[in-house]
């Protein structure tokens, strides 16, 4: 079992930046890949971003590319979220999530998965 904690969330401007950071604990951390997601009302959960259990391999939906920037640190059990030049179609309820081997843009892929964190973009 994995337990995940997003934190950072929070009102923005169009333009800023905002950093979220998602704190992990329970099994081995550096064991388990681990994506973003966001989900933006009426719509679906969708693919934000992802890096491999090393931090050697990062992936990004074509909408954040450039933008926004994935990392983390295995020694502290974290995962942060780099948000730079936001806009507001980047609001939603973001959600950091685990699992285990590679990481994938599914979000099916995912075991565990956080409360979420809201990001609201102001135009």
């Known amino acids: 079992q994995v337990q995940l904690v997003e934190s950072g969330g929070g009102l923005v401007q169009a333009g800023g930046s905002l950093r979220l950071s998602c704190a992990a604990s329970g099994r081995t951390f550096s064991n388990y890949a681990m994506g973003w997601f966001r989900q933006a009302p009426g719509k679906e959960r969708e693919f934000v971003a992802s890096i491999n259990w090393s931090g050697g391999s990062t992936y990004y939906a074509d909408s954040v590319k450039g933008r926004f920037t994935i990392s983390r640190d295995n020694a502290k059990n974290t995962v942060d979220l780099q948000m730079n030049s936001v806009k507001p179609e980047d609001t939603a309820v973001y959600y950091c999530?685990?699992?285990?081997?590679?990481?994938?843009?599914?979000?099916?892929?995912?075991?565990?998965w956080g409360q979420g964190a809201q990001v609201t973009v102001s135009s």
């Open positions: 999530a685990a699992r285990p081997s590679r990481a994938t843009t599914n979000y099916g892929d995912y075991i565990y």
